[in-house]
Nanobody
Framework: QVQLVESGGGLVQAGDSLRLSCAASTRTFSRYAMGWFRQAPGKEREFVAAITWTGSSTTYADSVKGRFTISRDNGKNTVYLQMNSLKPEDTAVYYC?????????????WGQGTQVTVSS
């Protein structure tokens, strides 16, 4: 079982930056691929980014590629999402996820989410 707690969300203006953090409570953090999903009001949940167990590989949704960066610190059991050049369409609840597989689809473990609101 992995518990995930996100932090760092908030209200920002278009063009600003924000960094989300996700702390994982597990002794085997380095055995999990990590990722981020988001869900905007009235829309389906969508994949944002994922990172492999060692951080050697990453993958991004086309909508955030070049603006968002996912990273991890296995010594701190934490994964990050650096979001730059934010747009109003990035407004959503952002969820941290964990899974033994490196995937862009289903994940076994989910956090409670953190709200990101980007004003125009």
């Amino acid at each position: 079982q992995v518990q995930l707690v996100e932090s760092g969300g908030g209200l920002v203006q278009a063009g600003d930056s924000l960094r989300l953090s996700c702390a994982a409570s597990t002794r085997t953090f380095s055995r999990y691929a990590m990722g981020w999903f988001r869900q905007a009001p009235g829309k389906e949940r969508e994949f944002v980014a994922a990172i492999t167990w060692t951080g050697s590989s990453t993958t991004y949704a086309d909508s955030v590629k070049g603006r968002f960066t996912i990273s991890r610190d296995n010594g701190k059991n934490t994964v990050y999402l650096q979001m730059n050049s934010l747009k109003p369409e990035d407004t959503a609840v952002y969820y941290c996820v964990a899974d033994p597989r490196f995937t862009r689809s289903s994940y076994d473990f989910w956090g409670q989410g953190t709200q990101v609101t980007v004003s125009s």
